[in-house]
């Protein structure tokens, strides 16, 4: 679905009769199942499902790719993912740049692969160091890769809502983390800090620790870092170019429809854009957590100007004085260019296996007459090897 969704699911049978094998493992003991026979035959399925069948495959795509396996459709796992599953996470990477038309790497899609992180988080600091605020992607990156830093105790809820919105920056949330670690900062790293503004310490370490980690990567790679602070926009523009699928419109108060396929995603109300007073028009998410309703988790305000800029493949700004039919003229020369690039691919695959078989041919004939006179025959009688 593009979505990570924590629904409640029936353990598996396998599973079930594990637990149950607990029960008398170190002395007499009984087990008590919770559920009746007939949904342990009809509900339950006999194994859980594997991991790599449920989940997004990008990462997956991107090292097989850079291992140099053609294709994907047709690699022996051990349990296949669904086809579509595949499909998806070629055309999400498509779609960032990491792959070209004809399903192989490109420039940036080599580098993303040295990054052990998403590949929409991997893009971000790419285009980070292309628009010059490498150092605030990296942090904000960083602060992805960890679990929620803010705690939200029941008994004190008032204080810790109150808290943080201290740390809000009104466009964005991903900016209000790189604010969160920035304050942090300043003040030498404190734990007793943390606690005073209701974060959580441990977090927060372990987003420093993912930061130096990127960094030396980075430093192996010989990117510099760069920082454009206090320009937000920069900062939201590369966010924007790796999260642009990810794009939600304005259609009510605090409800959004993501531009794509229409589904409808709403700003959770601990977002800083909840609470701003003027909802933007268009945003862009980190990812869609499915709970009471479809939320969206770390939104930021952008342009629609960046989306048709950062995004081409899916959005573009009207202009008033093209019209309809031109514009179908150009979709049109986008498709038989992509068809010819195809073709092309093709026909160089074809040549390079003929001329892989007419090598191999020769080496085989020149191994069958090695070393003989000409003219003589490649069978050796046993004198002639002194037996």
């Known amino acids: 679905m593009g979505m990570d969704a924590l629904q409640v699911f029936p353990v ?155 740390f809000f920056i009104p466009e964005s949330d991903h900016l209000t983390l790189y604010n969160v670690y920035q304050q942090w900062k300043q003040h030498q790293y404190r734990g007793d800090w943390c606690n005073d503004h209701f974060l959580h310490v441990k977090g927060l370490r372990k987003a420093r620790e993912v930061r130096s980690q990127l960094l030396d990567i980075l430093k192996t790679l010989k990117i510099p870092l760069t920082s454009s602070w206090p320009d937000t926009d920069i900062v939201r523009k590369a966010i924007c170019s790796a999260y642009f699928h990810n794009s939600a419109k304005l259609k009510g108060v605090g409800e959004y429809v993501n531009c794509r396929n229409g589904m409808p995603c709403h700003l959770h109300p601990s977002s800083a854009l909840y609470g701003m007073g003027c909802t933007p028009e268009y945003v862009v998410y980190h990812e869609l957590i499915l709970t009471t309703k479809e939320y969206m988790q770390c939104a930021t305000a952008v342009e629609p100007q960046w989306m048709a800029e950062l995004g081409p493949m899916f959005f573009s700004v009207k202009d008033s004085d093209t019209s309809l039919l031109e514009h179908k003229k150009r979709q049109k020369e986008e498709k038989t260019a992509m068809e010819d690039e195809m073709e092309n691919l093709r026909k160089e695959q074809a040549e390079a296996e003929r001329e892989e078989r007419e090598k191999r041919a020769k080496q085989r004939q020149s191994v069958s007459t090695l070393g003989l006179p000409e003219g003589s025959s490649t069978y050796l009688r046993p004198e002639r090897l002194g037996l």
């Open 12 to 166: 598996s049978r396998a599973a079930a009769d594990q637990r149950a094998g607990w029960a008398g493992r170190t002395g007499p003991g009984t087990c008590y199942r919770l559920y009746t026979e007939s949904a342990y035959l009809n509900e339950m399925l006999p194994s859980p499902v594997p991991e790599i069948q449920r989940t997004n495959l990008g990462n997956v795509v991107l090292l097989l790719k850079s291992l140099k396996v053609e294709n994907l459709l047709d690699f022996d796992f051990m349990d296949p993912p669904p086809q579509d599953n595949i499909l998806n996470s070629m055309y999400q990477l498509w779609v960032l740049g990491a792959l070209n038309n004809v399903g192989s790497l490109t420039d940036l899609g080599w580098k993303m692969v040295e990054f052990p992180l998403d590949p929409p988080l991997a893009k971000m600091l790419l285009m980070g160091e292309q628009l010059g605020c490498l150092d605030e992607v990296l942090t904000i990156v960083s602060m992805l890769s960890v679990p929620s830093v803010f705690f939200r105790p029941k008994d004190r809820a008032e204080e810790s809502d109150a808290a943080r919105e201290k």
